[in-house]
């Protein structure tokens, strides 16, 4: 991944990710959208749809690291925002893993070739498909587009395109919005929102 653009290395991690729940075989090219939309759909069907844990917290978009690409930065970084956003500590095996071998480190009168190894790749990995778990909607963790230094929680403009294209997502202008949306499901349950999305009434 060294001749990739963090972008690049960002959608072949999601796609590396998406593959393994999905159960199939991982080619060598930078995935595209569409490929990683599949992916995406095919996890689903075989692992079931995504639900963040409400018990913890949804990341703010922005950098939580700035101008540095390397590891020995960025894993004490990544784990304590995890440590931050994982209130339910969901992930708390990785942050004991990560913090195990921190101290290993620490402990070492010499560098032991930790950010060097095969270890330090895979908790940078996990760190990073665990911070992409608390990404607002439509949005993701990794590398700026326009930065690749630049590491925190910023909007796929990609995602909402793709989506708008598909129906998923609606561009609504502000004036346009109504003053009111109704929500029926199929079994006739009702539910009245305000323009800002705040439940007015509900009726089963």
Same mark, same amino acid.
């Given at each position: 991944m060294e001749n990739l653009s963090p972008y690049q290395q960002f959608k072949l991690r999601l796609a590396r990710r998406l593959a393994r729940k999905a159960a199939v075989a991982m080619p060598t090219f930078v995935p595209n959208n569409d490929y990683i939309k599949k992916l995406s759909k095919l996890s689903k069907n075989n692992q079931g749809e995504h639900t963040m844990n409400t018990h913890s917290e949804i990341a703010v978009l922005g950098a939580i690291s700035h101008d540095t690409m390397r590891?020995?930065?960025?894993?004490?970084?990544?784990?304590?925002?995890?440590?931050?956003?994982?209130?339910a500590k969901e992930h708390a095996k990785l942050v004991e893993q990560v913090n195990n071998n921190l101290y290993e480190l620490e402990c070492q009168d010499n560098d032991n070739g930790y950010y060097e190894s095969d270890d330090c790749n895979w908790d940078l990995e996990?760190?990073?498909? /665990?911070?992409?778990?608390?990404?607002?909607? !439509?949005? !993701?963790?990794? /590398?700026?587009?326009?930065?690749?230094?630049?590491?925190?929680?910023?909007?796929?403009?990609?995602?909402?395109?793709?989506?708008?294209?598909?129906?998923?997502?609606?561009?609504?202008?502000?004036?346009?919005?109504?003053?009111?949306?109704?929500?029926?499901?199929?079994?006739?349950?009702?539910?009245? !929102?305000?323009?800002?999305?705040?439940?007015?009434?509900?009726?089963?």
């Open positions: 590891p020995e930065d960025l894993i004490p970084c990544f784990r304590d925002t995890l440590v931050e956003l994982d209130t996990e760190l990073f498909d /665990a911070l992409n778990e608390f990404a607002p909607p !439509y949005c !993701y963790f990794g /590398a700026h587009e326009g930065n690749g230094s630049d590491y925190g929680f910023w909007v796929s403009v990609a995602s909402i395109d793709e989506d708008m294209q598909f129906g998923d997502i609606i561009n609504v202008d502000s004036e346009e919005m109504p003053d009111h949306f109704v929500s029926i499901n199929d079994h006739g349950n009702m539910t009245l !929102y305000d323009r800002n999305m705040d439940v007015i009434w509900s009726i089963v």
